[in-house]
């Protein structure tokens, strides 16, 4: 069994699968995503399916309607797999720094896309607030985004989703668990613990 993010236009169903629209805000979509548990996914028309390989993964208990976000993205070929893992690992540390960000998952993605980075949030502050405008996120993420710098890896084209969920998605059977935010759970590696920050740098959308 795999999971698959699907992005489709609005008006598009996909049979099993929980998703809804993309709320405002969101970039790069087709106007609703789902998130499906298959050994296949649908042929839908119009509809672009995503198949995740998790590196990493938590689970928070959380009850009641909540925010999902998926960010699609792409690191650029040629980059040395040294980076990659260390990319990785700061995406991986941001819910230890970052308490509004409840249950997660890290994974590589097909297609044109290369990783796969889902949250699930309380509500929409704490991912528009919260989260984006964190220092952990400005300092340590947005390197590997923002073109100016030189240590950008990841592609400008992005897909930065995010939807109402009624409950769970990214439930104990798709995460190890976690008693806490910044908890590790499932992970192929140790997170660095970047107990200081440096200065930050305007927030972005991005990570």
């Not at 590196?55 to 309607?65: D, N």
């Not at 792409?74 to 540390?93: C, H, K, N, Q, Y």
């Not at 409840?102 to 704490?126: K, M, N, P, V, Y």
């Not at 710098?149 to 190890?176: D, F, K």
Request: glycine letters at 10%.
């Amino acid at each position: 069994m795999s999971r698959w993010v699907i992005l489709t236009p609005p008006e598009t169903m996909v049979p099993g699968a929980d998703g809804g629209p993309d709320l405002p805000g969101s970039v790069g979509g087709r106007g609703a995503h789902w998130d499906l548990t298959g050994d296949a996914a649908p042929d839908i028309q119009g509809a672009e399916a995503v198949e995740l390989s998790q590196i990493a993964s938590a689970h928070v208990e959380l009850t009641g309607r909540r925010i999902k976000r998926t960010l699609l993205l792409t690191v650029r070929p040629g980059t040395p797999p040294d980076t990659i893992a260390s990319f990785e690992a700061d995406l991986m540390a941001m819910p230890r720094h970052i308490p509004a960000i409840r249950s997660w998952a890290l994974s590589r993605a097909t297609g044109r896309w290369t990783h796969a980075w889902e949250q699930e949030f309380a509500d929409e502050d704490g991912l528009n607030g919260q989260y984006l405008l964190h220092p952990y996120h400005w300092t340590y993420v947005d390197r590997w985004f923002d073109t100016e710098l030189p240590t950008a890896i990841v592609a400008p084209r992005l897909a930065h989703l995010y939807r109402t969920a009624s409950g769970p998605v990214l439930t104990a059977s798709h995460c190890g668990e976690a008693e806490h935010p910044g908890a590790i759970g499932r992970s192929k590696g140790e997170r660095p613990d970047h107990s200081r920050w440096s200065l930050v740098r305007a927030p972005r959308a991005e990570g």
